[in-house]
Every structure is written in C-alpha cells, then in structure tokens.
C-alpha cells in the first residue's frame, strides 16, 4: 500500500513547488509606501504645506488617506503599486503640479505613474517627490472659485431668494439674494460647501452638497410654494390684518366715547328759578 501511496505523495509536492508563491493581501510582504512633500508659496520661496490630506485610490480595495506633517511630508502605506491615484486636498488650495502624476479630465485624483519617481526596493518605498527646496516637490497654492445658479418655481422665476452656502469644514459662510432674473453667484475659496435657498411664500430648499473648484460651479434650485391655510376664506395674514383694523376701529370709538364723557360733565348747568321768585314776593 505504501508503494501505491508514494507515488502520488511525490506527484503531488511537484506540482505544489510548481506553484508560484504570492502573499495574500495586507502581508507585510505586499506593503508598499508612497512619500513625498507638499509645498506652498509665501512670496519668498517655497513653504511646507502642513495639515493637507492625501488620498491614494486603489484598484479594488478602500482608499487610504493620510495627512502632511509640519515639514510638509507625507507616507502612506498601500497595498498595491498598480493603476493608483492620489489625491491632495486643503480647503482653499488647488495643487497646481505634482511629479510623477498625470491630470485626468472630470477627476480629482491625479494618475500616479511610479515607474517615473525614485523606488527603494528594499522598503518598497516610492519617492514621488524631492524635498521641499528641490525642483519636484508638490505644489499648492490658494484657490478660488464661483458658484453661480437660477432659483425658480413651475410658475417662473424667483428673485430675493436668499442663498446661504456654508463650509463643510465650518469658518465660512456666505449669503446673497437672487436678482429680477432669479440668478445668484458667489466667489468663495475652493472646497466643499452645503447649499440651501430660503424665500418667505416658499417651503425652505433642501441642503445641497457642492464641491467649488477653480471651474465654474453651477447648482441651480426649484422651489415649491408653500401652502396657506385659510379660515372662512382668509388666509393667516389677510386675518391678522382684518384683527388689527377691528381692534383699531373699537380703540377709536372708545376714545370718542370718553372724549365726550369728559365734556358734558365740564359745562355750566343754567336753572330756571322763575316760579321761585314769585313765591316770595314781598307782602305788605
């Protein structure tokens, strides 16, 4: 029996060293590291850009995100090197270039192609960029950009609408009303804001989640009339007004109504004492 057997053993562990041994994902074998540095403009040179997020987008899997440090440095561990992108965000700032990248039309994540920047092959580390007073560091620089849009309802247009747009991030808010035509724009520094539109006669808009960019942002936002409940055929206002005209009228006739009063009881009484003064005539 052993003799059958051991054949089949041998056959077997061939064919297992003939398959190529591939770590599973996550293994510290598949690690690999993404560094490089962001910099900034402060009239005299180049300045580390701390607190700006980097994202890398991976084919597959979740994306991972890190943050600059004080010097403007970033590594971010992934676990593949093939088809990524990154992505670097600060509200108010735009990258302007970055090394060993590639813009793609419509996207906010740039095509990161490693086979042009420095590899270490023994930490798996990609030099994406130089250092900050090198010639390849990634650039940032502050942005601004205008969203502009048309408040309307089924019936036309709606003017004095007032649009608030608010940072996501909190610290910005901003507030303008639509002209005759409806139409409303705001300059505001890039980054992601949350809209909404408010109009007295009109139900309150929904919050809309925006993305301002260098680019032109439209967002344009329908309102619906608001419903009015009406009593004996007035609505809440038309009562209130017709309240207010009663309550006047019953003011002014209880003025008049005093006025009066006070004036009788100030005049001068005239009695006649005529058949008085014949009763006590003089007798002789």
Not at 18 to 44: K, L, M, R, T
Not at 116 to 129: F, Q, S
Not at 211 to 217: K, Y
Request: net charge negative; with cysteine.
């Amino acid at each position: 029996m052993f003799r059958r057997v051991l054949p089949l053993v041998l056959i077997a562990a061939v064919l297992l060293l003939s398959v190529p041994f591939s770590p599973s994902d996550g293994a510290e074998g598949d690690q690999y590291h993404i560094e490089g540095y962001v910099a900034g403009w402060n009239g005299s040179g180049r300045v580390p850009m701390e607190g700006v997020s980097v994202t890398v987008a991976i084919p597959g899997s979740a994306n991972v995100e890190t943050t600059t440090d004080a010097d403007g440095l970033f590594s971010i561990a992934t676990p593949s090197n093939v088809g990524l992108q990154i992505k670097f965000y600060l509200h108010g700032y735009s990258i302007v270039t970055c090394p060993n990248t590639e813009v793609q039309a419509g996207s906010e994540f740039l095509l990161l192609k490693l086979s042009d920047g420095i590899y270490n092959k023994a930490t798996k580390t990609y030099a994406l960029t130089s250092a900050i007073d090198g010639m390849q560091s990634a650039i940032m620089a502050a942005s601004r950009g205008t969203i502009r849009g048309t408040v309307s309802y089924d019936d036309g247009v709606v003017s004095g609408a007032t649009v608030h747009l608010d940072s996501v991030e909190g610290g910005a808010s901003y507030s303008v009303n639509t002209n005759s035509n409806g139409t409303y724009e705001i300059e505001c520094p890039v980054g992601p804001y949350s809209l909404r539109v408010a109009r007295a006669g009109f139900d309150d808009s929904i919050d809309y989640n925006v993305t301002v960019d260098a680019q032109m942002t439209t967002v344009s936002v329908t309102l619906k009339k608001a419903e009015i409940n009406t009593y004996f055929g007035l609505d809440s206002s038309h009562i209130l007004m017709l309240i207010g005209v009663v309550l006047g009228m019953i003011l002014a006739v209880s003025a008049w109504l005093i006025s009066r009063r006070m004036n009788s009881s100030d005049g001068v009484e005239i009695i006649d004492d005529s058949d008085s003064d014949q009763d006590d005539g003089l007798k002789f």
